[in-house]
T-cell receptor, first 111, second 113 residues
């Protein structure tokens, strides 16, 4: 079992839908949680990062961390076709940045 | 400000050969990290360099090595290539060591035949 599990999808939604992307993990020492977006033939782009549990909001994006359940989520409101990409979660223990990534979820937002 | 650049973008090598990949970080960034991305294993951290010193290292064999120059440019070397080394190799730069805000380059697609 990998340390970080993420459903590869694809997840297909209509434009304007609320999207929920999730990751589960097994390492209780993880303290930092990140979400990246990766378009085809591009490098990943950091969307959000959070420390420990709680919520963080940035525009249409909300990240949630539930350390008791070892579960993190990224919500995208009012999804747009330009949001179509692969979304990667990543986590690290803190102290030094050595991230462990999920395999990524492919999201398709159709007009 | 120019982004992270990686050269070459595509590379085909034969088993047993070695390869060197290059990364130029964003101007003013002093930390460079390298990653390997494959369909099977996903994105995996290789190592991080800051001020010409390796600061963090992932779980990869010694065939994978790197270095950083005084201008923060970095190179990654893979010796004795194996078929399983075929991957997208990504470089990311950040302003300081261990920063979560990293900027990735487009990657070098390495194919080993």
């Amino acid at each position: 079992q990998k340390e970080v599990e993420q459903d590869p999808g694809p997840l297909s939604v209509p434009e304007g839908a609320i999207v929920s992307l999730n990751c589960t993990y097994s390492n209780s020492a993880f303290q930092y949680f990140m979400w990246y977006r990766q378009y085809s033939r591009k490098g990943p782009e950091l969307l959000m990062y959070t420390y420990s549990s709680g919520n963080k909001e940035d525009g249409r994006f909300t990240a949630q961390v539930d350390k008791s359940s070892k579960y993190i989520s990224l919500f995208i409101r009012d999804s747009q076709p330009s949001d179509s990409a692969t979304y990667l979660c990543a986590m690290s223990e803190g102290g030094s940045y050595i991230p462990t990534f999920g395999r990524g979820t492919s999201l398709i937002v159709h007009p | 400000k120019a982004g992270v650049t990686q050269t070459p973008r595509y590379l085909i090598k034969t088993r047993g050969q070695q390869v060197t990949l290059s990364c130029s970080p964003i101007s003013g960034h002093r930390s460079v990290s390298w990653y390997q991305q494959t369909p099977g294993q996903g994105l995996q951290f290789l190592f991080e360099y800051f001020s010409e010193t390796q600061r963090n290292k992932g779980n990869f064999p010694g065939r994978f090595s790197g270095r950083q120059f005084s201008n923060s440019r970095s190179e990654m070397n893979v010796s004795t290539l194996e078929l399983g080394d075929s991957a997208l190799y990504l470089c990311a730069s950040s302003a300081r060591q261990g920063a979560y805000e990293q900027y990735f380059g487009p990657g070098t697609r390495l194919t080993v035949t």
